[in-house]
């Protein structure tokens, strides 16, 4: 479940971007290296070019839907394969035949996981 963040943290992650705190904090780690290592090349190339080196995520991986299909798939095969959310559509076939050819993984019963899905399909293949 996709969780909100506070109006202080908002205000907080703005202002942080705003000021470009980013840029003085690797200017100060960068700094500090170079006093360890002063024959260091690679951190006199990355003081000239100090850039915001985070990207903001476009597309989300798990929804909240997918979460609750791999949850179903790992409690009634013990398995999920990540494929099945593919976009290719060949991908993501051929991941839902390999999971239905699999074995579904025996478990001991107790009474409380009697009426799970993973327990039902292991008494209909009996």
């Given at each position: 479940?996709?969780?909100s963040?506070?109006k202080?943290k908002q205000?907080?992650?703005?202002q942080y971007?705003?000021?470009?705190?980013w840029?003085s904090?690797?200017?100060?780690?960068?700094?500090?290296?170079?006093?360890?290592?002063?024959?260091?090349?690679q951190?006199?190339?990355?003081?000239q070019?100090?850039?915001?080196?985070r990207?903001t995520?476009t597309?989300?991986?798990?929804?909240?839907q997918?979460?609750?299909?791999a949850?179903?798939?790992?409690?009634?095969?013990?398995?999920?394969?990540?494929q099945i959310m593919s976009?290719n559509?060949?991908?993501?076939?051929?991941?839902?035949?390999?999971?239905?050819?699999?074995?579904?993984?025996?478990k001991?019963v107790?009474?409380?996981d009697?009426f799970t899905i993973?327990t039902?399909?292991?008494?209909?293949?009996?």
């Amino acid at each position: 479940m996709a969780k909100s963040s506070s109006k202080s943290k908002q205000a907080y992650y703005a202002q942080y971007k705003l000021t470009r705190r980013w840029e003085s904090n690797r200017k100060r780690k960068l700094l500090r290296t170079q006093k360890q290592q002063p024959n260091n090349k690679q951190i006199e190339l990355a003081l000239q070019s100090i850039g915001y080196r985070r990207k903001t995520p476009t597309t989300r991986m798990w929804s909240a839907q997918w979460v609750q299909t791999a949850m179903l798939f790992k409690r009634a095969q013990g398995r999920f394969d990540p494929q099945i959310m593919s976009n290719n559509q060949d991908a993501a076939k051929a991941a839902l035949n390999k999971a239905s050819l699999l074995p579904v993984k025996q478990k001991r019963v107790s009474e409380k996981d009697f009426f799970t899905i993973g327990t039902q399909l292991l008494h209909k293949q009996q």
